[in-house]
């Protein structure tokens, strides 16, 4: 059973005896346990290592920003002193349990969306003095990802999705005509602000109390990547209007100006935020993670592409006015 090889886990590594053993969320690469042990309560993680995981870097990358007076996950040693161990090509660690809740898609009350842009800019901040981490959007993703390749995953994932009879088949169908006629202004990558970045920075990271953050948690994805990227994209996983793939350009305005009380932008970043992010989920064919993975919450897949395919259709129509918009109305940049 599970929860045996949870306790028997939890005792070999860190000499704990566990009184219960929870199972948690189950990403798309790694399963979470709650275990209560007699030192304490914790976060067990296993999760595989690949070119967008990291989860070994998580340990010292957190132990350096609690240094930096940021709330984020704690994680415990073994008994001989390291952080991580290994078990059937898997890799574990354990952190301190964080009270508090995270918020669902779509659902920041206004404390929390001003907090979160804010504590993006003192990651980005603080993660200015730390070594260089793994690259994720970055020139590979560029020569890789391209609107050629994206078109053959689309144009599969259509064939699979009618021999199916699935609905997404529409969905798909807009993504490869989009992607034939796909025109946005050219990427000029030497000239985006990219930094370490937490990689995955989005409402459900989020630990919250009453008010306020508690703690930013999982960083398995930390890596260096346009920061606009990722401003946007925790913008539009937390506003209740993006639901609908909508984006308000005067609230993303603010969540803007938030983030630069602590961290700087550039002209250029500020024009191209839109397009980075619109660009980003065009080329990613969510719909084939979602027919191939054999992971038990494989729908986190399929509800990426839903949101994802409805922003598309609503950047095909105003990328250029809300980059525009966003010039305009942004100051204090760099």
């Known amino acids: 059973m599970i929860i045996d090889f949870i ?6 590594h860190y000499g704990m005896e566990t009184s219960e053993v929870k199972k948690l969320t189950v990403g798309a690469g790694s399963d979470t346990y709650f275990v209560n042990t007699d030192h304490g309560k914790f976060i067990l993680k296993n999760a595989n290592i690949n070119e967008m995981n990291h989860p070994q870097n998580e340990p010292p990358l957190c132990g350096f920003l609690i240094q930096k007076g940021l709330s984020v996950s704690e994680f415990i040693r073994c008994k001989n002193g390291d952080y991580t161990f290994t078990h059937d090509s898997r890799l574990y660690h354990m952190q301190k349990f964080i009270d508090g809740n995270s918020y669902e898609w779509h659902t920041a009350p206004a ?3 001003s907090e979160s842009a804010r504590m993006l800019g003192k990651i980005h901040a603080a993660l200015t003095d730390y070594p260089p981490l793994p690259v994720g959007i970055g020139e590979n993703f560029f020569k890789y990802m391209t609107p050629e390749n994206a078109l053959k995953s ?3 994932s259509y064939r699979h999705a009618t021999q199916i009879g699935d609905p997404c088949a529409e969905d798909i169908a807009f993504r ?7 025109s946005i202004p050219a990427i000029q990558l030497d000239r985006l602000t990219r930094k370490n970045t937490h990689g995955d920075f989005f409402i459900s990271q989020l630990i919250c109390g ?3 953050i508690n703690a930013v ?3 398995t994805s930390a890596g260096i990547h346009p920061v606009v990227w990722e401003i946007i994209r925790s913008y539009i996983y937390a ?4 639901r609908n793939g909508e984006i308000d350009a005067e609230q993303l305005i603010g969540y803007v100006n938030e983030y630069l009380k602590f961290s700087p932008l550039t002209d250029y970043d500020i024009a191209m935020m839109p397009y980075v992010f619109y660009y980003q989920i065009s080329v990613c064919d969510y719909y084939n993670q979602y027919y191939q993975s054999t992971a038990d919450n494989r729908e986190i897949y399929l509800r ?9 259709r609503w950047f095909d129509k105003n990328a250029d006015e809300l980059s525009d918009t966003l010039v305009t109305s942004i100051k204090n940049v760099t």
């Open 7 to 12: 306790q028997e886990i939890v005792r070999s």
């Open 111 to 113: 404390w929390l969306l």
């Open 154 to 156: 689309y144009e599969s």
């Open 176 to 182: 490869i005509d989009l992607i034939k006629r796909f």
């Open 210 to 212: 009453e008010d306020k």
């Open 217 to 219: 948690i999982d960083w």
């Open 239 to 242: 506003a209740h209007e993006c």
């Open 304 to 312: 990426q592409a839903i949101l994802s395919t409805k922003l598309m």
